[in-house]
């Protein structure tokens, strides 16, 4: 599927890992791992997870347009955790950009929020003033228990008076926001589009839920390495800036790198488990969409959960893609060290595999000690220097939903 491209001019980031793109690279550089152990004696739940923190709203808004920060403090400072972090992110991103000082019009300027279910926390709080006092449920709280809330805050903040849309697809959500946002640009139904991936920040009843089905891991995540046991849930919000090529070069903007081409597709079906042909069109789709045969492609952030059947599924699958040459790309899974961000994956997946681009390097994996199959040319416990122009990034959810996303970088810039 086509989808422009798109050039990506603005990003931000805030994870487990790093606050920020610049320290977000040097943690990847590193190898620095946010998983840690958190066990609750109150359930039988995961017992690791790469948690956020708290968003400190001054340090976040640092440096931005009067105007901006006194709307976001406004909307946003006693809000949830995912709205908080999503301003903090998309704010950060539309000034990496220098989109906040009326570069362009704002009814040119769109906003797409990849996640769903993302008021569960909330709504547990709520229910239990409910509870002691039906009459203290503050009125807000009508707009808060929607996951729309994070668009009109969003648009609210950055004056973004574009087109716009939440969008939800599992774990997916992140891929499906980024093609979505470049087909409004590649379409001129807008100039720019802050695409967002909502932190997903999980109540008790879905952690447990998730556990008791077999998809969590009771120990740090290992993705593609024999010793995987599930995944780990990370929390992170990331924010791209997508606009028309044309707009970025009248700007002068900055142009980090590309989205050539995106593939989404269904395997009809409705269930937790992978499906090995749906992986492979998504990921030719991607690349006929860009127009590139499977040998120009460097890298591959995987989609690498640490389940055993879902990294076994996608070593297939890559496989059957890209052979097992000596031309094979390089792959490794971000969440190794961030943990399954969720709905925030795929917009947090994309800007590691933009700023590896970038930097020259691929960041390790410092749990793979013995690889499920020896034929992929994984990223071992050190990270290696690499240049490489094009890359795919996936993400796959439950549903068979699948999701490739070709990301192109014009050179290597340190």
């Not at 569960?120 to 449920?137: D, E």
């Not at 697809?169 to 720019?192: E, H, K, M, P, Y």
Request: charged share 15%.
């Amino acid at each position: 599927m086509s989808t422009g491209p798109a050039a990506v001019t603005g990003m931000g980031v805030r994870c487990a890992i790093g606050t920020g793109v610049a320290a977000f690279t040097a943690a990847l550089r590193r190898g620095t791992c946010g998983i840690t152990e958190v066990r609750d004696p109150a359930t039988l739940g995961p017992a690791y997870a790469a948690l956020l923190g708290e968003v400190d709203f001054a340090e976040a808004l640092a440096g931005v347009p009067a105007p901006v920060a006194r709307r976001a403090g406004r909307a946003a400072a006693r809000a949830p955790l995912g709205l908080r972090a999503a301003v903090a992110v998309a704010v950060q991103a539309c000034h990496d950009a220098d989109l906040l000082g009326g570069a362009l019009a704002r009814d040119r300027i769109g906003v797409v929020v990849a996640g769903h279910n993302l008021t569960g926390q909330y709504a547990q709080q709520v229910g239990q003033t409910l509870a002691r006092a039906p009459a203290r449920v503050p009125g807000r709280a009508a707009l808060r228990l929607l996951d729309s809330d994070h668009l009109g805050v969003l648009s609210h903040v950055l004056d973004a008076a574009g087109e716009g849309c939440q969008i939800g697809g599992a774990s997916a959500s992140g891929n499906i926001g980024i093609v979505t946002g470049a087909r409004l640009v590649a379409a001129g139904v807008v100039d720019a589009c802050v695409v967002v991936g909502a932190l997903a920040d999980l109540t008790p009843l879905e952690m447990q839920a998730l556990f008791n089905l077999g998809a969590m891991a009771d120990q740090p995540c290992r993705p593609f390495d024999a010793g995987h046991r599930g995944f780990v849930p990370g929390q992170a919000s990331a924010a791209l800036v997508l606009e028309h090529p044309d707009s970025a070069r009248s700007r002068r903007a900055t142009v980090y790198a590309e989205i050539v081409g995106a593939g989404i597709c269904l395997d009809a079906n409705s269930g937790a488990n992978p499906d090995e042909h749906g992986e492979v069109r998504a990921m030719a789709a991607a690349l006929a969409a860009a127009g590139r045969p499977p040998g120009d492609v460097g890298y591959v952030n995987a989609h690498g959960t640490g389940s055993p059947l879902g990294d076994r599924t996608e070593a297939a699958a890559l496989l059957r893609i890209f052979g097992s040459g000596a031309d094979r790309p390089w792959v490794n899974a971000t969440k190794a060290l961030t943990g399954h961000c969720l709905y925030a994956a795929g917009v947090l997946e994309a800007i590691a595999t933009i700023v590896q681009l970038r930097g020259g390097f691929l960041h390790p994996d410092p749990r793979l000690v013995e690889s499920i199959e020896p034929r992929l040319r994984l990223v071992g416990r050190e990270p290696i220097p690499a240049r490489v122009g094009l890359a795919l990034s996936n993400g796959f959810g439950f549903g068979g939903i699948n999701t490739s996303v070709a990301i192109a970088v014009d050179g290597n810039s340190p």
